[in-house]
């Protein structure tokens, strides 16, 4: 079994995924993307949507390199959502 943590943090979902490595970053609004409290969630489908390439508004990032993934994700975040985690 697959595990996820989700939320939203301004306008983005985020969906952080245990066993690939991954992280999906969507706009709140995007009507093809789920929302929150749904009893299942399909994991290839949502991989599928969303893109690798950067400035995509469906976003996979992967915790590669392993010692930089946080900063990484720190800076996606902080351009999608103008929050950062300094407040």
Known sequence: ???????????YVILEMNQNGST?????ADPQMPG???????????IHLCSTTPGS????????PSN???SKYEHEIL?????????
């Open 1 to 11: 079994a697959h595990l996820g943590l989700m939320l939203q943090i301004g306008g």
């Open 24 to 28: 999906l970053l969507w706009p709140a």
């Open 36 to 46: 929150f409290f749904q009893a299942k969630y399909q994991r290839g489908r949502l």
């Open 57 to 64: 508004e469906r976003f996979r990032m992967t915790h590669q």
């Open 68 to 70: 930089r993934w946080q």
């Open 79 to 87: 351009r999608r959502t103008g929050v950062s985690r300094s407040g």
